[in-house]
Protein backbone atom coordinates (compact mmCIF):
# COMPACT_ATOMS: atom_id res chain seq x y z
CA UNK A 1 0.00 0.00 0.00
CA UNK A 2 1.40 3.50 -0.98
CA UNK A 3 -1.04 5.23 0.66
CA UNK A 4 -1.60 8.51 -0.67
CA UNK A 5 1.22 9.85 -3.23
CA UNK A 6 1.36 13.60 -5.04
CA UNK A 7 3.48 14.45 -8.07
CA UNK A 8 5.70 16.55 -8.26
CA UNK A 9 7.86 16.84 -4.84
CA UNK A 10 8.80 20.29 -6.42
CA UNK A 11 7.56 22.96 -9.04
CA UNK A 12 8.94 26.38 -9.57
CA UNK A 13 6.48 28.35 -12.07
CA UNK A 14 6.52 31.45 -13.67
CA UNK A 15 3.28 34.15 -13.28
CA UNK A 16 0.69 32.84 -15.98
CA UNK A 17 1.40 29.37 -16.23
CA UNK A 18 -0.27 26.58 -15.55
CA UNK A 19 0.09 23.31 -14.08
CA UNK A 20 -1.51 19.57 -12.82
CA UNK A 21 -0.70 18.84 -9.39
CA UNK A 22 -1.36 14.64 -9.26
CA UNK A 23 -2.40 12.85 -6.40
CA UNK A 24 -3.50 9.07 -6.20
CA UNK A 25 -4.62 7.43 -3.30
CA UNK A 26 -4.54 3.36 -3.31
CA UNK A 27 -6.98 2.99 -0.19
CA UNK A 28 -10.32 2.96 -1.84
CA UNK A 29 -11.13 6.09 -0.16
CA UNK A 30 -14.35 7.95 -1.25
CA UNK A 31 -13.08 11.03 0.24
CA UNK A 32 -10.92 13.19 -0.88
CA UNK A 33 -9.12 16.88 0.08
CA UNK A 34 -6.81 19.48 -1.02
CA UNK A 35 -4.73 21.76 1.74
CA UNK A 36 -2.50 24.70 0.90
CA UNK A 37 -0.09 25.33 3.80
CA UNK A 38 1.44 28.79 4.11
CA UNK A 39 4.46 28.94 6.74
CA UNK A 40 3.63 29.59 10.13
CA UNK A 41 -0.03 28.49 9.27
CA UNK A 42 -2.31 25.78 9.51
CA UNK A 43 -4.23 23.64 6.39
CA UNK A 44 -6.06 25.65 4.55
CA UNK A 45 -8.91 23.54 2.50
CA UNK A 46 -9.43 24.07 -1.33
CA UNK A 47 -11.53 21.63 -2.47
CA UNK A 48 -12.49 18.28 -1.96
CA UNK A 49 -14.61 15.79 -3.32
CA UNK A 50 -17.11 13.01 -1.49
CA UNK A 51 -16.46 10.52 -4.68
CA UNK A 52 -16.03 10.23 -8.21
CA UNK A 53 -17.77 12.78 -10.00
CA UNK A 54 -18.59 14.62 -7.09
CA UNK A 55 -16.23 17.95 -6.03
CA UNK A 56 -17.08 21.35 -3.94
CA UNK A 57 -15.28 24.10 -3.04
CA UNK A 58 -13.73 25.08 0.72
CA UNK A 59 -12.35 27.82 1.88
CA UNK A 60 -9.77 29.18 -0.27
CA UNK A 61 -11.06 27.45 -3.87
CA UNK A 62 -10.36 30.91 -6.27
CA UNK A 63 -7.32 30.30 -8.69
CA UNK A 64 -7.73 26.20 -8.20
CA UNK A 65 -10.05 23.52 -10.29
CA UNK A 66 -10.32 20.20 -9.30
CA UNK A 67 -12.10 16.83 -11.39
CA UNK A 68 -12.40 13.63 -10.01
CA UNK A 69 -13.13 10.87 -12.79
CA UNK A 70 -12.19 7.99 -10.06
CA UNK A 71 -12.05 6.91 -6.98
CA UNK A 72 -8.12 6.91 -7.24
CA UNK A 73 -7.26 10.30 -8.66
CA UNK A 74 -7.99 13.86 -7.54
CA UNK A 75 -5.97 16.21 -9.37
CA UNK A 76 -5.28 20.13 -8.60
CA UNK A 77 -5.43 22.39 -11.45
CA UNK A 78 -3.64 25.95 -11.57
CA UNK A 79 -4.83 27.93 -14.42
CA UNK A 80 -3.01 31.19 -14.19
CA UNK A 81 0.10 30.65 -11.72
CA UNK A 82 -0.11 34.08 -9.13
CA UNK A 83 2.69 34.44 -6.34
CA UNK A 84 0.29 34.34 -4.03
CA UNK A 85 -0.08 30.70 -4.86
CA UNK A 86 3.56 29.48 -2.98
CA UNK A 87 2.77 27.30 -0.79
CA UNK A 88 2.91 23.13 -0.04
CA UNK A 89 -0.02 22.15 -0.96
CA UNK A 90 -1.08 18.63 0.54
CA UNK A 91 -3.48 15.61 -0.85
CA UNK A 92 -5.43 13.57 1.58
CA UNK A 93 -8.12 11.24 2.12
CA UNK A 94 -10.52 9.57 4.03
CA UNK A 95 -12.72 6.19 4.14
CA UNK A 96 -17.15 7.37 5.09
CA UNK A 97 -18.26 5.80 8.39
CA UNK A 98 -17.10 5.81 11.65
CA UNK A 99 -13.66 6.89 11.03
CA UNK A 100 -14.70 9.27 8.53
CA UNK A 101 -12.19 12.24 10.01
CA UNK A 102 -9.13 10.44 9.95
CA UNK A 103 -7.66 11.66 7.17
CA UNK A 104 -4.11 10.51 5.55
CA UNK A 105 -2.04 12.98 4.12
CA UNK A 106 0.61 12.77 0.94
CA UNK A 107 3.93 14.24 1.30
CA UNK A 108 3.42 17.65 -0.29
CA UNK A 109 3.95 19.24 -3.32
CA UNK A 110 6.38 22.36 -3.00
CA UNK A 111 5.17 25.25 -5.61
CA UNK A 112 7.14 28.61 -6.08
CA UNK A 113 5.40 31.34 -8.23
CA UNK A 114 7.96 33.78 -9.89
CA UNK B 1 -13.23 31.23 7.85
CA UNK B 2 -13.30 28.89 11.55
CA UNK B 3 -9.78 27.90 12.95
CA UNK B 4 -8.53 26.80 16.18
CA UNK B 5 -6.65 28.55 18.74
CA UNK B 6 -3.63 26.32 18.93
CA UNK B 7 -0.79 27.31 22.02
CA UNK B 8 1.90 27.09 22.54
CA UNK B 9 2.94 28.84 19.23
CA UNK B 10 6.07 27.10 19.54
CA UNK B 11 8.40 25.61 22.27
CA UNK B 12 11.96 24.73 23.06
CA UNK B 13 12.63 22.15 25.58
CA UNK B 14 15.78 20.07 27.10
CA UNK B 15 15.32 16.13 26.00
CA UNK B 16 13.16 14.43 28.80
CA UNK B 17 11.03 17.07 29.86
CA UNK B 18 7.36 16.73 29.45
CA UNK B 19 5.25 18.95 27.08
CA UNK B 20 1.49 19.91 26.70
CA UNK B 21 0.03 22.32 24.40
CA UNK B 22 -3.73 22.53 23.64
CA UNK B 23 -6.52 23.81 21.03
CA UNK B 24 -9.64 25.85 21.60
CA UNK B 25 -12.26 26.78 19.81
CA UNK B 26 -15.76 28.86 20.62
CA UNK B 27 -17.57 26.07 18.87
CA UNK B 28 -18.42 22.23 20.17
CA UNK B 29 -16.89 20.11 18.17
CA UNK B 30 -17.56 15.92 17.47
CA UNK B 31 -14.27 14.55 16.82
CA UNK B 32 -10.60 16.05 17.43
CA UNK B 33 -7.47 14.87 16.15
CA UNK B 34 -4.00 15.28 16.75
CA UNK B 35 -1.34 15.18 13.25
CA UNK B 36 2.43 15.60 13.60
CA UNK B 37 4.30 16.81 10.73
CA UNK B 38 8.24 15.99 10.17
CA UNK B 39 10.06 18.58 8.14
CA UNK B 40 9.82 18.12 4.63
CA UNK B 41 6.90 15.64 5.00
CA UNK B 42 2.96 15.38 5.43
CA UNK B 43 0.91 15.29 8.44
CA UNK B 44 0.70 12.06 9.94
CA UNK B 45 -2.46 10.86 12.50
CA UNK B 46 -0.99 10.37 15.91
CA UNK B 47 -4.31 10.08 18.14
CA UNK B 48 -8.25 10.42 17.27
CA UNK B 49 -10.93 11.31 20.10
CA UNK B 50 -14.27 10.79 19.75
CA UNK B 51 -16.22 11.15 22.80
CA UNK B 52 -16.05 14.23 25.55
CA UNK B 53 -13.86 13.18 28.25
CA UNK B 54 -11.95 10.34 26.15
CA UNK B 55 -8.49 10.22 27.37
CA UNK B 56 -6.18 8.39 24.56
CA UNK B 57 -2.90 7.02 24.42
CA UNK B 58 -0.54 6.21 21.86
CA UNK B 59 3.37 5.74 23.51
CA UNK B 60 4.85 8.36 25.48
CA UNK B 61 1.66 10.73 23.38
CA UNK B 62 -1.41 10.91 25.63
CA UNK B 63 -4.51 13.62 24.53
CA UNK B 64 -7.80 14.33 25.90
CA UNK B 65 -11.65 15.48 24.44
CA UNK B 66 -12.30 18.35 26.93
CA UNK B 67 -15.31 17.71 28.65
CA UNK B 68 -17.12 20.76 26.97
CA UNK B 69 -16.19 20.02 23.69
CA UNK B 70 -14.85 23.22 22.56
CA UNK B 71 -10.86 21.73 23.79
CA UNK B 72 -8.63 19.47 22.92
CA UNK B 73 -4.95 18.62 25.24
CA UNK B 74 -2.12 16.80 23.95
CA UNK B 75 0.95 15.88 26.21
CA UNK B 76 4.14 13.96 25.16
CA UNK B 77 6.39 12.76 28.47
CA UNK B 78 9.98 12.63 28.03
CA UNK B 79 10.34 14.11 25.01
CA UNK B 80 13.65 12.65 23.04
CA UNK B 81 14.87 14.59 19.99
CA UNK B 82 12.93 12.82 17.00
CA UNK B 83 9.99 14.60 18.57
CA UNK B 84 10.57 17.82 17.53
CA UNK B 85 8.33 18.77 14.74
CA UNK B 86 5.16 20.90 13.87
CA UNK B 87 2.35 19.49 16.08
CA UNK B 88 -1.51 20.17 14.37
CA UNK B 89 -4.71 19.61 16.15
CA UNK B 90 -8.03 19.31 14.01
CA UNK B 91 -11.71 19.24 14.38
CA UNK B 92 -14.89 17.88 13.02
CA UNK B 93 -17.76 20.81 13.85
CA UNK B 94 -20.84 18.93 12.70
CA UNK B 95 -22.07 15.79 11.85
CA UNK B 96 -22.14 16.47 7.92
CA UNK B 97 -20.70 13.47 5.94
CA UNK B 98 -18.17 15.36 4.24
CA UNK B 99 -15.47 14.25 6.60
CA UNK B 100 -13.93 18.08 6.39
CA UNK B 101 -11.79 19.08 8.90
CA UNK B 102 -10.86 22.53 10.82
CA UNK B 103 -6.72 23.08 11.48
CA UNK B 104 -5.29 24.71 14.42
CA UNK B 105 -2.24 26.78 13.38
CA UNK B 106 0.32 24.08 14.82
CA UNK B 107 2.93 24.61 17.92
CA UNK B 108 6.31 24.08 16.97
CA UNK B 109 8.59 21.77 19.27
CA UNK B 110 12.64 21.55 19.37
CA UNK B 111 13.88 19.68 21.65
CA UNK B 112 17.39 19.59 22.75
CA UNK B 113 19.49 17.09 23.21
Known amino acids: NAGVTQTPKFRILKIGQSMTLQCAQD?????MYWYRQDPGMGLKLIYY???????DKGEVPNGYNVSRSTTEDFPLRLELAAPSQTSVYFC?????????????FGPGTRLTVT | GQQLNQSPQSMFIQEGEDVSMNCTSS?????WLWYKQDPGEGPVLLIA?????ELTSNGRLTAQFGITRKDSFLNISASIPSDVGIYFC?????????????FGQGTTLQVKP
Open chain 2, 49 to 53: LYKAG
Open chain 2, 90 to 102: AGQRSTSNTGKLI
Open chain 1, 27 to 31: MNHNY
Open chain 2, 27 to 31: SIFNT
Open chain 1, 49 to 55: SVGAGIT
Open chain 1, 92 to 104: ASSSPGLVSYEQY
